[in-house]
């Protein structure tokens, strides 16, 4: 079974600090990761997608990939309350279109 | 505006009657997916469709059907509902570009059934 695994959470952090999100997958063939945020009662929207092994920057959002280590993470620079929401990590495989998406880890920013 | 309208957002029904969501996008997208989420489980593809009359299963699609008949709708069908498919169900689509998968996947509402 494919899985894409994140800590549940809440992970609690002050207002203007750096929030690390991070996500690990079993699929070696995935190929895509993106990722969501969730607000409570509304749907996913996508942060980030990232393709490669390195760096991908964004605004306050930088996604990180490291296919070797089967690692995906999402650092938010300055986090602010708005910022609070369930954050879900998701991987396709390549070749298909089926998305593995994790149970999310729920960020709680601090004012 | 672009968007991904699912309907109705909130459904309580019986054990064993069939229903029908609804799923319509604005965006001429090829792929179209249907997920549940549940607690603790995470969101969940339920089927996927590719483009008109071109589906295929997701991680979880014992007791659902779809259909693709027109590019804009992908309707997700419970024949015999039972309580197990309580749950929050989300529409969403995006555009497919042959080998990569680098569009964004835009979310309908979601839909909230209640399965008594």
């Known amino acids: 079974q494919k899985e894409v695994e994140q800590n549940s959470g809440p992970l609690s952090v002050p207002e203007g600090a750096i929030a690390s999100l991070n996500c690990t997958y079993s699929?070696?063939?995935?190929?895509?990761f993106f990722w969501y945020r969730q607000y409570s009662g509304k749907s996913p929207e996508l942060i980030m997608s990232?393709?490669?092994?390195g760096d991908k920057e964004d605004g306050r959002f930088t996604a990180q990939l490291n296919k070797a280590s089967q690692y995906v993470s999402l650092l938010i620079r300055d986090s602010q309350p708005s910022d609070s929401a369930t954050y879900l990590c998701?991987?396709?495989?390549?070749?298909?279109?089926?998305?593995?998406f994790g149970t999310g880890t729920r960020l709680k920013v601090l004012a | 505006e672009a968007q991904v309208t699912q309907n109705p957002r909130y459904l309580i029904t019986v054990t064993g009657k069939k229903l029908t969501v609804t799923c319509s996008q604005n965006?001429?997208?090829?792929?179209m997916s249907w997920y549940r989420q549940d607690p603790g489980l995470g969101l969940r593809q339920i089927y996927y469709?590719?483009?008109?009359?071109?589906?295929d299963k997701g991680d979880v699609p014992e007791g659902y059907k779809v259909s693709r008949k027109e590019k804009r709708n992908f309707p997700l069908i419970l024949e015999s509902p039972s309580p197990n498919q309580t749950s929050l169900y989300f529409c969403?689509?995006?555009?497919?570009?042959?080998?990569?998968?680098?569009?964004?996947?835009?979310f309908g509402p979601g839909t909230r059934l209640t399965v008594l």
């Open positions: 699929d070696r063939g995935s190929q895509s």
């Open positions: 969403a689509s995006r555009a497919a570009k042959s080998g990569t998968h680098t569009d964004t996947q835009y």
């Open positions: 998701a991987g396709v495989t390549s070749g298909t279109y089926k998305y593995i």
């Open positions: 965006m001429n997208h090829e792929y």
């Open positions: 469709s590719m483009n008109v009359e071109v589906t």
């Open positions: 990232i393709y490669s092994n």
